[in-house]
């Protein structure tokens, strides 16, 4: 089929359809690599017969590690079509698509290179917060998460044992789970899947008022895709549970170069870190290149800096959006 050029909006729901209705052969026969692939394979195989140069930023895997859909690969008919990047996650919940329960889903995020831009996230965990429109602008991850279930419940209109919280079912989230409870607010737990509850705590019918907790960072970016889309408010910080991740860019840019290799580390990575304050003065180039090589292996390098001195805020204004 070929892809509509007028409205390619179309084209990336036919490539999500082809996944979910692939994968939802294998819906409750416990087979979730089986699922998986389905899934995988409708993917890819749509993608290539859209009209666009794709690169897949956000996907199964490293090339060593994913048969398709691994991050670099390049899909569409690649004849002058628009540049494209894409993350993907074709299904969203393996283990609930296995076991015959629901919520299991097939996302796609893209853009278009000049228009916006996707974090190359490294296979790493994230610390997410997630709101809808009506809370957004009043939370802050910084915070303990009781006192953002007071900031949250406010914004809504509702009192504090009024408000859900959604999370993934995990050891780790046990002190979260005490301390949203501790506030008297409720706690909905999923057993796997949390950008189907970042995407629901953006729908005011969902019954979710906020999303919280460490999952996946790739699933963070496609979570902050549906925030830009649906409005709303989604804050992050990057977690490394494996130290040899943490420690190249703790000792280069913590430890080594402090506060100006710390805004260098901000611009190559797409924000706006800027110049440091006098009377400290701009990380030095080799500075500069050592943190680009840290940031370049944990996939955090943003595509301008790739190309550029990058720690220079006047060259690097590419701000993650």
Known sequence: MPSDSTNPHLDFLRVTEAAALSSSRWVGKGDRHGADTAACDAMRRVLNELDMNGEIVIGEGERDEAPMLYIGEKVGLGNGGPVVQIAVDPLEGTNLCANGTPNAISVLAAAVEGEGYLMHAPDCYMDKLVVGAEAAGVIDITLPPRVNCRLIAKALGKDVDELIIGLLERDRHQALIDEIRAAGARVHMVPDGDLSVAIAALDPEAGIDALMGIGGAPEGVLSAAAVLCYGGEMQARLSFPKEG??????????????????????????????????????????????????????????????????????????VAR
């Open 245 to 318: 991740q943490r420690a190249p860019l703790s000792k280069l840019v913590g430890a080594q170069y402090g506060v100006p290799g710390l805004k260098a580390a901000l611009n190559l990575c797409g924000f706006v870190g800027g110049l440091p304050r006098p009377p400290l003065l701009p990380a030095p180039p080799a500075a500069i290149d050592a943190i680009r090589a840290a940031l370049a292996e944990l996939n955090l390098l943003s595509p301008t800096a790739q190309n550029t001195r990058g720690g220079d805020p006047m060259e690097t204004n590419n």
